[in-house]
Every structure is written in structure tokens, then in C-alpha cells.
């Protein structure tokens, strides 16, 4: 099967695509971030969070480690980036299944002979899930069309989750990103430790804060226009009520917020704001989310505009910081260049590590509703809970 | 120790190795097709079947998954070949065993200072097994060697598993070809699935067709001269009775059947016949067998000769399809070119891909096999299908 | 966080730094060969001891296999050394840890933008313990301190293991080769295997020989000046009392004992002499290191120097092995060049190979005392061994 095989399918806007990767109620398939309604990113945080609770203890740990071990997964990086692969990899590690990679393009090119939907079917013989990444826009998504075609003739089918298509979709990524935003308005926590940063004092001052990801202000600082991690968390953001958005940027046709975004936005009832320095706005922000300029993409002209541009403008220093309230968490998806200076890593609002680590376990949480076995981690967590502990009070120490 | 040092091992018949590749009865090490006799051939099917069956609950997923979970394999591919890697990964997989791998030749040049033979032993005090694949034709081969005198020496010593060396052997394809084949001649079997395909239909009117590997006609369709696969698949079938075989090739001494196999398939009591177009056999065949051309072994004179060829002759086009039986399984050991079009992957003979998922399969029955825990899977399997469903009844479900 | 800020901490002297590499009385990260006391050699080498000894049977195989399938090991080999790495891999696997690895240069080139303690900070999100290999001398200390850094503030942190670092310290390979001449020396020993070796019959002959690391001498053979492994051992080894080691190098100053290292063996009390031909110390020693000549460093002029030396001065030739001691045991890091023939392989005191195999247990000994679960092993050995077997009369079998 080659890819124009399901040319008619991929030209369908993405809406009319959405039936085909759920079966009934359920995702089969992840391949766009718009597949996630509010109420499945609430649920998929709920199960994030469970398993983030029960792998704190050893007992929590080898149960997690039990669910999926007689699974095999198969990570399909040809587009490197170690850093999503190794994501994805501890998170199918945490529920215990067991994995295969390729990440090395010369080892992918020995399938060139090869079409690449026969090589999927092939994984898909092997193994009982795909996490992908391609340069090819469309490679995971016509998977996801080619295990539907083989799921309706009853032969073997699989997930297909993309893990990054080309400049376009990175869904986990978003997902990873809401689930930092929902920790970081829920700071109010029981189950947050109380150790790890200020925000129990904070929960005093700013009660209101702590009831969700409507009623804010959202930032978003950098390179606005080619930044995709931005405009899928954007987009789950226009989701909630009463959003405001602020995008800081350079005035530049490439590089400040697009207009088809903007008008997702707004036909969304997001209030939308755009600025030219971060410190301008920064007291008014519940949220930061810092990207860095992709300077590998400049042609020469771009170089030449950020070279004579001022810097400053887009970066978190020490008068940003001031400026910035004291329970704004701030966000990054990483790498970083000097947007945020080391300095800032120590400050009880830098949330960008943790949110590395909240990648893990919301990749494990969809991997989990994936195998349908959300439901035996929720009970399990609350058996525990209830049983040995007081749920209200959770459990203590660094995650 | 160096290679040479075994070469009058190497230099005896293949016939006379066979001794000192199995202790007692068992195999020991699994280096040629040849090692596997009818006997041999119908346990491992078996193993491979009740893997394949157990595999189909979680109890029996997770049984098997504990079976060698403290016991670790090497997979040393320095000859890229990711499908058969990925295929023994996932058969260790299955059995719990935990896997290390060197795939990438560039970390293998690491070792280039260093005697090939210092490396394996190296391997074998780490790790419990040794699947390996190299260019070096008697590499597998001298590495059994190796942990022979090992073995005679009382050291430590591993099986080693030749997973394809040179343009020689790659007995476990064969394994699986002939798995596959047992499979396709065996489908008025109680456990097939009755949904992924049109046998049950066929059951009523090819009753004979369901007794085994003996009185069958096998076409072997494309590069038949320069096909390993085809040669040690062909000697495997010729240990059955009352068999015949077609070969369709090009009419040329590099690419039709060479005279050395069919001395020994002749000598073996096989019928051997040949043809220069799949279409005029494809009414008598029970079974057909596609390869590609390796047009990357061309010569210029080679690539001429192809240029004036007419493909459809080796092709399973619409006509093709249409004269051949409606019973008939098509295998392809892959990857394919365009000799099997995408249309076909969904007629009901279309093989190929399960054969893909009979090499994991038979992998795992093969090491099972020489771990010694088959007769444990077998008492499992029979007791759980004995207790809890009507062994006859089998379970159903694609797998 | 870059290097240059832990620069003054990096300026210290190495003792200086033990006290950050632990926490309490226990190693918290493993950087220095020299964090190894005799106390805790000792200790490391009973562990050691009985993880090969529970790996003799399956359920002891089992049992460890079980100690940490809940948490993640991070292999970060960016400088390539499949041997180390594959034995850390088998050391994780044997203690039922995950790994995830990076040892692809060209997929750690990705990183170039990012500041390689970022990278660190990112993995400690994801896995439980970090296992390093890198060209930067210095980067396993600076995230053992940014480690620390991240502990003082109540983050994440996690034990940071030096898998060796440039050219200065490879402290687990001096860990092994210390288990080795621990269990070269413990020959009499009820737990070794009566079959492997002709120790028994030596028993009788050296019984002083089976009391420890004290009152030996110890021969190191080869490329002494530009050694790592020969500086570290040496090093643990003059913490033994009464020992005497003999060096025998090529006279040249930069092969032959450097001042620096010899000054610190007679500041520790040991007796140092030097020889220029191996034979002629042969009979004088317990035990000796070999190593081969590291040409791929040679400049021109060294390379004529060795063109012009006579390199059966520094090679175990039959006649060198008829003076040696028929316990000597004869070591060796490996890879190898020619200095220890072929032939050698099947002697009684060649125990190179099983030097690897130890390389595997002290690692796993290693990353069990790590993670705190060293007592567990104990308790759980003492009671197989006391329960259903004679705790003296040991397992037998080749491990």
C-alpha cells in the first residue's frame, strides 16, 4: 500500500477525520492533538497523576511494572529526537512492556527498497503498539488509515501514536504540556509535595488559582510562527472558558503569531493579545511558555533580522522575573538556548524539568488508556489509597 | 583464537558437522537448515503453535513472559537486517528473556583491532544466548566451534544461533517458511481463526489438503539462482514424500535453478520442474512461493538482461491470480518489489505477512527450544486448554 | 548549569571530594576510583559473590532478576566502548532494571545546541541511576554535582555511575579487576567451581596463597606509562598491606611507571621495582596484569621506537609461562594485541575472560549497593544457602 493509496482520506479537514482513529467512545489511534477534548485530557491527567502516585512506592512500582508485560512495543524514530524517544521508552518501561526501537536513519535506510506501509504492517506483526516519528507528514497518519483497512478485513491491527510529524502535529507533546498547565493550577493539591517548591504558602494568597485552566491568562513568548509546539497547546487551551491569550514575539511576518491560528483562537472565544517584550506583559500572566528561536530554520535574511534584533525582548532576566508573579510557573518543551538563563532553574516558578518529567507519565497514562487498562490503574490507586493511606492526605516526597 | 584455526572443521561436508552441533539428541547450536529433520520440523511447529496460542490470553502472555525473564540474549547483527533482528527480539521478547544488541557496524569497527573470536567469547560470559548475523560465512559456524571446546574444557559456553551469515544459511527462514507452510496445510485445524480468512470454507472441499507437508506440488516463483531462502526452504520440503516442485525463473545460468540443488532435491526423490512464466503453472500449484529479483546483485550485463525481461512473466498479476487455486497460500520471505502488488494483501491467500509473524513465532519455539523449557510450555498448554476450554475448540481471535 | 561553574569545585583534590560523592557512610555517586576503601572492596566483593552465586539457579536468578523491574537505567556511553557498555547492560539486566541507552555519537550530536548538563538534568527525569561514558574528563563529576545541587534543593536527583571519563578514571574496571584478584585469591574458596580450574589440587600446595590482597606481589606488564587500568588498580591494591609490585614496561619515558603514580605507591607503602622483560620476573610474582601496547596513540617518533623494540619482552611466550607460578592468575582489560597468544586460552591461570564475567558482577554488586538493596541480597543468599544447601559445600557448576 503507498501512501496516495489513502491520498482522498489525508485531504479531509481534521474534524471529519476523528471518527476514524475511536472506535466507540474510546481513541484507537493518536495522531492529531485535536483529538483531545477537555474531558479526555481531565481523564488522562486523572490517570498521569495515579500513576505518578503509585510509582512513588516500591509495591506501586512493580504493580505498574506488571500491566503491560507480556506487551512489546515498537519505537519507530526516523526523525531523531532522542529526548521524545526516551519519553516514550520510560513510559512504556513504567507499565513494564517491553520494547524495540530503530532510531538510526542508516538503519532505516536499508528499507528503501521498501515501501513504508509494508514496513508498519511488517512492526505491526511484531508488535502490539507503534510510536512513531517521521519527517514524512503523513506517514503516521496513513498508518493509522492501513491498520483500519486491516482491522475491517479482521486481520492484526495496532495503535499507531505519532510521536512527531513533520513540522506539523506532535499531539503528546500538547498532551505533556496541558498535563504540566493542570499540576501547575492544581498546586493547591494535597498530593503535591510540600517540599519541592513554594507553592504551599502560595496556596493562601491565590486560592482562586488553583480551580483549573479556565479564567487565565496564558503566555506565550518566542518564535511564535514556527513554533508547533505552540499552536497545539494553544489550541487544547482555547478548549477552556474565559482564556486569554498573550503572544510575545518579534514583529515579523514569520515569526509572530500566524493568522490562522489567531483565527482558531478567536472563532474559539480566546481573548488574543500579542506584545513585543515579555517584560511588558509579564504581571499580568498566570503562565509562561517560553520556546527558543529555531535560528536552524532561518534563510539568510531571517539571520540577518535576528541579528540585529534585541534579544532581551524574549528573555527571562532577572527584571522579567521580578515582574513576573510569584506563582507563574514557567514552561518550556526544550532544548533551551539563552531564553532562560541557568540562574532561573533554581526559582520555585521554573516548571520546565518537571515538565520533562510530566512527559513520562502522560505518555504512559495514554498508553495505558490505549490498552484499556486506565481503569485497573484507577482502581488500584484508589484501593491503596483509601486502604493504607488518607487519600485526602497522599503521599509525601519528590517525583 | 582465530578462524583458521577451525578450518578443518569447516572444510568437512555439512553432514558431518551435524554431530557436533546437538549434545545427546538435542540441538546445541543452530547453524544449517539441515539440522532440521521432519521429526524436528513437526515438534518445533508445534512449540511455535502452542506459543502462538498462548499467547492469545494474558495468562498465557504472562506465563510465557516469566519463562527466561533471568536469562539474557545478544543479538550481534553487524549485517543490517532489521526485520530479522526485530523478529528475534520479539521472540525473546515474548519469552521474558531480556536482549542486548550491537546493530550498528560502526560500533562494531570498535572491535576491529580485535580477533572476531576474543568478542564472542567476551559475549558469551555476559549473556545466555547468541543470536548473531554477519557477512563472514563461517563466522556462526566457528563461534559453535568456540563454545565447543569450551564446553569440552568445562568454561562456560552459550548456544549460538546463526540468524544469517553471508549468502550461505539462514536456517531459521527456512524455520519459518516450513512453520508457515505447516500452517497453510494444516487449516482445517480446530485453532485457526475462523474469521481472518475464507478456510473454513475450503475445508469441505480440499479435505486431502489438510494432511501435512507430503503429496504437494510448491512453485517457487523469480530470482530463484541467486535465493538462498528458496535453496534451503526447497531442501527442507524435499524430506517429505510424493513432492513436487516448479521453478519459475528467467531462462539464464545466473538466475534459474542451478544444477547443484537440483541434483540434491532429484537425489531426495523430488519431482523438479521448470517454467519461465508463473501464469502457465499457477492451475497445478498447491503452494507459491515469491521472491524478488536482487537487482542489487546485478551486474551491468545482468541489468541488461533484466531491462529486455518481461516481468509479468514472474508476477502475480490479476490473471495470475485468478488461474491459481483458490486454496493456494502465497509466502514471500520479503522485502518485495513489484512481483506481488499491493492489491493482492488482501486476497485470502495473500500469506506473507503472517509469515512475517510465524518467524517470531517459530523464533521463540526454536529458543525455547534450546533453553529446554518446551516441555514446560507444552504441559502449560495442555493443561490450560485441557481445563478451562474444549482443546478441540481452541481459541479463537486474529494472532 | 555549565562546567565552568563547578570549576572550583572540580580544582580540588580528589580527596577532597569524597565527602560530595557520598551521603553518610554509603556512596551516593561513583566517580573516583578512589572512593573504594578496603572495607568497602571487601563488602562490594561479597555482594559480588553472591549475586553470581544466587545467578546458579533459577531461582536465585529469579529472585534478583525481581530487586528492580521497577525502576529505569540511563547508559549514556557517547564515547563508544561496547564492552563496558554491554557489561553495565548485563549488570542492569541481572537486577530485572530497564535500560535505556544512547551510544550512537551521531544521535548525541543532536545535543550539540544544548548544554550537556541540561541533557543530564532531562535524563534524571526520566530513569533512576545514570551510567556514563564520555571523552569530557570532567562531565561525570559536574552531574554528580549538579546532582547534589538538585538534592540541596529537594529536586530530583539520582546516582550518577562514571563508566569511565577521557583518559583519567574508569573506576568500575578497577572494581573488577580488584573481584577478580579477590576471587584469585580466595581459590580455596568452597564456592568455586571444583571443576573449572586445577585450583583445587593447589589448594593442598599454597594454602597461604587463599588469605586475601596482603602480602603479595603483583606484576603489571605492558603499556604501564600510559595506562588508566594499571594506575587505578594499582592504587587499590597498595591500600593491601606488605605488597610488592613489579612493573615491567618498555625503558621509555613515556611507557615505563610514571613519577607521579610511583610516588603515591611508596607514600602508601608499597615495595615498587621495575623490569624491562617479563620472563625474568615471572617466578617472583602472585599474579600478574597484562596489557597490550595502545599504538593508536603513538606519534611517529613512538611508533619507530616500538618498531625497533623487541615485544617479546612484554608477551606470555611458552617460556615465560613455564617461569610463571602455576597459581599465578594472569589478568588482562582486553581488547588484546599479541601479548597474550592464543594458545594461552585453555591454562589453568588464564583468567582474563572470567575477569569480564566479574565485570558483570561487581557492576551488578555495585548498582545493588546503590540503590540500597545489598542487604536484601545478603539476607536472601544466607538463607538459601543455609536452608537448603550446606552453606560450605557451596554450587556447584561454571558460572
Known amino acids: 500500500m503507498e501512501f496516495y ?33 477537555r474531558q479526555r485530557l481531565k481523564h488522562l491527567g486523572e490517570i498521569a497523576d495515579m500513576i505518578r502516585g503509585l510509582s512513588r512506592t516500591e509495591e506501586g512500582g512493580i504493580f505498574l511494572s506488571q500491566l503491560l508485560r507480556h506487551k512489546r512495543a515498537m ?65 503516521a497518519e496513513c498508518s493509522a488509515y492501513l491498520m483500519n483497512d486491516l482491522d475491517r478485513n479482521q486481520q492484526r491491527s495496532v495503535p499507531i501514536v505519532n510521536g512527531g510529524s513533520g513540522a506539523d502535529e506532535h499531539p503528546t507533546q500538547a498532551l505533556l504540556d496541558i498535563y504540566t498547565i493542570q499540576r501547575s493550577f492544581s498546586f493547591s493539591s494535597p498530593r503535591d509535595s510540600k517540599s519541592s517548591n513554594r507553592f504551599d504558602d502560595l496556596r493562601r494568597s491565590y486560592p482562586s488559582l488553583t480551580k483549573g485552566l479556565d479564567n487565565k491568562t496564558y503566555c506565550f513568548c518566542g518564535d511564535i510562527g514556527r513554533g508547533r509546539t505552540v499552536r497545539s497547546v494553544a489550541q487544547l487551551l482555547s478548549l477552556f472558558s474565559n482564556v486569554k491569550m498573550i503572544f510575545v514575539a518579534p514583529r515579523h511576518p514569520k515569526f509572530a503569531l500566524q493568522r490562522e491560528l489567531r483565527d482558531v483562537l478567536l472563532a474559539a472565544g480566546v481573548i488574543v493579545e500579542e506584545a513585543s517584550s ?53 514552561l518550556h518543551p526544550f532544548p533551551r538556548n539563552t531564553e532562560i538563563p541557568f540562574e532561573i532553574d533554581s526559582d520555585h516558578r521554573a516548571t520546565y524539568f518537571r515538565q520533562a518529567r510530566n512527559g513520562m507519565w502522560s505518555r504512559a497514562a495514554l498508553t495505558a488508556y490505549l490498552f484499556d487498562i486506565d481503569t485497573t490503574i484507577a482502581s488500584h490507586y484508589r484501593e491503596v489509597f483509601s486502604t493504607f493511606h488518607d487519600y485526602n492526605q497522599g503521599v509525601l516526597g519528590i517525583t
Chains 1, 2, 3 share one sequence.
Open 5 to 37: 493509496h489513502y491520498q482522498p482520506l489525508l485531504d479531509r479537514p481534521v474534524r471529519q477525520k476523528l471518527a476514524d482513529l475511536q472506535r466507540n467512545e474510546r481513541l484507537k489511534h493518536v495522531i492529531f492533538a485535536q483529538q483531545f477534548s
Open 75 to 139: 519505537l519507530y524514530f526516523t526523525q531523531a529526537s532522542t529526548r521524545t524517544f526516551l519519553s516514550f521508552q520510560a513510559a512504556c518501561q513504567i507499565l513494564g512492556m517491553q520494547c524495540a526501537e530503530i532510531r538510526d536513519p542508516s538503519l532505516s535506510s536499508e528499507f528503501k527498497g521498501e515501501q513504508p506501509l509494508d514496513s508498519m504492517r511488517m512492526f505491526s506483526s511484531y508488535f502490539d503498539i507503534i510510536f512513531m516519528r517521521s519527517k514524512e507528514p503523513s506517514f
Open 278 to 330: 515579555l517584560r511588558d506583559v509579564a504581571n499580568q500572566v498566570d503562565l509562561v511558555y517560553m520556546t527558543r528561536i529555531q535560528h536552524e530554520h532561518n534563510t539568510p535574511d531571517d539571520a540577518k533580522f535576528f541579528a540585529d534584533l534585541d534579544d532581551s525582548l524574549f528573555t527571562l532576566n532577572s527584571g522579567t522575573m521580578r515582574a513576573l508573579r510569584e506563582y507563574a510557573a514557567i
